[in-house]
């Protein structure tokens, strides 16, 4: 697994997650553009890293959480490991994961959030003086970061008039689409920002696509399509660290389809479902919610037939068998926590390239 807990938050709160260096690492993007100047009171400037790694590979760190110190603290960077590499520090503090501020999170689900990232995650990090000079100081830590820096994925169904959206770009340039789009139309109803520009088309890359290739993929896309999209904002924030903006740091809130959070308390007859293994569409093995019984705790909560069980009691089952997911369910004797999705949300995010949901 990418990731071994180590640890509880028992004693002195101490490793919850060790992100392992695997010598096979042989990933070598460019580390991005760092700034360390000082505002005069001794505060310097948030550091952004994106790592990326192999199936079998890991990030060559450990987050902490400490008695005595505040934040999500960086430790035991691994010597010539993939953080270090990138230039991540013992004692830098975590503030934010794929654009989310996490500060202020509980230190598990902050773990969870790099977890859910799979194999790339985008890190904002602040040295260990900086960030504690900035809450001496009383800083608001959350408006030193960029606003937003995660593109968007916006589902959009044609109707009498079209998508919505026009695309220009520069002649005999490939790659290179802005998108105008229809007032109230289905692009903006979809979310898509006017003047932003247009990174994946059903999960594939344009970077290749001339404006006749594009027309086609659009035609041939026929009731609904999927665009990856970035404003000129975005897009400037990863040109100039020399980064692709990627759909897995996708504003996904703007999407039709959401996960699903069922709390239930066992009753007499049990919780009143069955969990199954099967194959997911994507070819991998899943764990899906069936029989579900009418009036026990299970419908009572929401659960449809056909449910895809992602996570137990705040905890991805990324990597688990089916024995062991029962295991979680049953570990606490009169309720649980679990996060789904439904067949058609599952498929959709398979499709677009989302094989770990990041929720």
């Not at 049990?270 to 579900?292: I, P, R």
């Amino acid at each position: 697994a990418a990731m071994k807990q180590t640890k509880g938050l028992e004693g002195d709160k101490k490793s919850i997650v060790k992100f392992e260096f695997n010598p096979k690492d042989g990933i070598d993007n460019p580390a991005l553009s760092l700034t360390e100047d000082t505002d005069g009171e001794g505060v310097g400037e948030p550091r952004f890293y994106l790592l990326s790694k192999g199936n079998t590979e890991t990030f060559g760190f450990c987050l902490h959480e400490e008695l005595g110190c505040q934040g999500h603290v960086i430790r035991q960077v691994e010597l010539g490991g993939l953080a270090q590499r990138r230039g991540l520090q013992d004692g830098d503090r975590l503030l934010q994961v794929n654009g989310h501020f996490v500060d202020h999170m509980d230190h598990r689900r902050v773990v969870q959030k790099i977890k859910a990232s799979g194999n790339q995650v985008l890190l904002a990090v602040l040295d260990g003086d900086s960030y504690e000079a900035a809450k001496a100081l009383g800083r608001d830590l959350s408006q030193m970061l960029p606003a937003d820096i995660r593109p968007r994925l916006c589902h959009i169904m044609r109707d009498k008039s079209g998508f919505g959206f026009g695309v220009s770009g520069p002649e005999g340039t490939k790659g290179t689409f802005q998108l105008s789009v229809q007032q109230d139309g289905p692009a903006e109803r979809a979310g898509v920002p006017p003047g932003s520009w247009l990174l994946e088309l059903n999960g594939a890359s344009v970077r290749s696509y001339s404006h006749a290739q594009l027309a086609r993929k659009l035609k041939q896309s026929g009731s609904k399509v999927t665009l990856l999209v970035a404003t000129s904002a975005v897009e400037e924030f990863y040109r100039l660290r020399g980064l692709r903006v990627m759909a897995a740091l996708a504003d996904t809130s703007w999407l039709p389809f959401k996960v699903r959070e069922l709390h239930m308390v066992k009753g007499p007859a049990g919780y009143g479902f069955l969990l199954k293994e099967d194959d997911c569409s994507s070819g991998a093995t899943g764990q899906f919610l069936w029989d579900v019984d009418a009036g026990l705790p299970a419908e009572q909560a929401g659960m449809k037939e056909g449910d895809r069980l992602l996570a137990v009691n705040g905890e991805s089952i990324e990597g688990l068998d089916h024995q062991q997911t029962v295991l979680r369910i049953r570990a606490h004797d009169d309720q649980v926590t679990l996060l789904v999705i439904d067949p058609a949300g599952d498929e959709f995010y398979q499709s677009v390239g989302f094989g770990d949901l990041v929720w």
